[in-house]
């Protein structure tokens, strides 16, 4: 859910106050989504596997 508060913001500043992004802020939202399918990713290889 906190992916689509960007991309929100994004657009809401873009339409509202015509500022589209620089390339150091896409290169800071890649950095932000990266480490979080890295995080995701990580937690689902070492969590261990639930007994029945």
Known sequence: M????????VAIGWIA???F???WTWT???VIVAT????????GRTRAPLSD
């Open 2 to 9: 906190s992916y689509v508060e960007i991309i929100m913001a």
């Open 36 to 43: 979080g399918i890295y995080i995701s990713v990580r937690e």
């Open 28 to 30: 800071s939202i890649a």
């Open 17 to 19: 106050f015509g500022d």
């Open 21 to 23: 992004p620089d390339h």
